[in-house]
């Protein structure tokens, strides 16, 4: 691997083909894996993706056992099943393409941020490529961490609610297998995306844009809007629903916070950096 000194002697033209050859190391990837997905797509839908369908989810028997001991509670239990359909002809193909592809990206994310950062690393000074280090483990770990929340909590939560609401009697519910998707890897990957906000402000703590004191004079409004924010995520009508969802998205907000640098201890950093 070249050093930053090293880089000084490439002209633009050598930059961009180590670029078109890291791209095509992660085409490469993402088209192994995607085609192992796509072999084994039939039992990831049974297994995986279609489970919070059926009362045997994780969430849906823990659910059921709190209901049974804790009194008042008796309507958050209770069988639960959705059975999907398909209204368009190639929805299926489709989806078993695209599911594939979005999985790919989620199981080999770790292995397309290694490759970007060997593109990356060559221009940055030893101390920087410590700190990147750090970031790299910590903001792969809290992007499965959310991934996993909205898989066995978020999704279910939501699905379960959306899949027992009626405006009449008259009007069943009937899930499409588009809708059903288009939720599940959205409100996936909208968790993976919002647990990495510690490392977004850990990022901008030992810039110095953002402080510690931040978190403590807005801690109130952060409140009231992540009670909002779980009460659009989880549209139920019971405390229990909301503050399950709510716990995880505040323990984020106090995570930051404490990831992040007081003011003085951030200056003291850049002064350090600019000594270095």
């Known amino acids: 691997m070249a050093d930053r000194d090293d880089l000084k002697e490439m002209s633009f033209w050598e930059h961009l083909d180590d670029l078109r050859g890291v791209l095509i190391k992660i085409a490469v990837v993402l088209v192994i894996a995607a085609v192992a997905l796509f072999i084994w797509m039939p039992d990831i839908f049974d297994r995986v993706i279609l489970a919070p369908c059926s009362s045997d989810f994780a969430l849906y028997r823990w659910i059921d056992r709190l209901a049974a001991t804790i009194p008042g509670m008796s309507e958050l239990g209770g069988d639960f099943h959705v059975d999907l359909i398909n209204i368009q002809l190639a929805s299926q193909l489709y989806i078993h393409l695209s599911t594939s592809f979005w999985l790919a990206v989620v199981l080999t994310f770790p292995i397309i941020l290694y490759l970007l950062w ?5 221009a940055l000074y030893q101390n920087e490529r410590r700190g990147v280090r750090r970031a790299f ?5 809290m992007f499965y961490l959310g991934v996993a929340v ?4 978020v999704f279910p939560i939501i699905l379960r609610f959306l899949a027992d609401y009626h405006v009449s009697q008259l009007v069943p519910n009937q899930v499409s297998l588009d809708s059903y998707m288009d939720n599940f890897l959205m409100m996936v990957f909208f968790m993976g995306v919002v647990f990495e906000l510690p490392l977004l402000c850990w990022l901008l ?5 953002l402080h510690r004191d931040f978190f403590s004079k807005y801690r109130r409004h952060a409140i009231v809007a992540l009670v909002v924010l779980a009460a659009i995520i989880t549209p139920t009508g019971d405390l229990f629903t909301l503050s399950v969802v709510f716990l995880p998205l505040y323990i984020l907000y106090e995570a930051s916070a404490l990831l992040v640098p007081k003011g003085t201890e951030a200056l003291n950093i850049t002064t350090k950096e600019e000594e270095t």
Request: proline share 5%.
């Open 118 to 122: 060997t593109f990356i690393a060559p």
């Open 137 to 141: 483990l910590f903001g792969v770990f």
């Open 150 to 153: 909205g898989y066995f909590l």
């Open 205 to 209: 703590g030992n810039i110095g844009v």
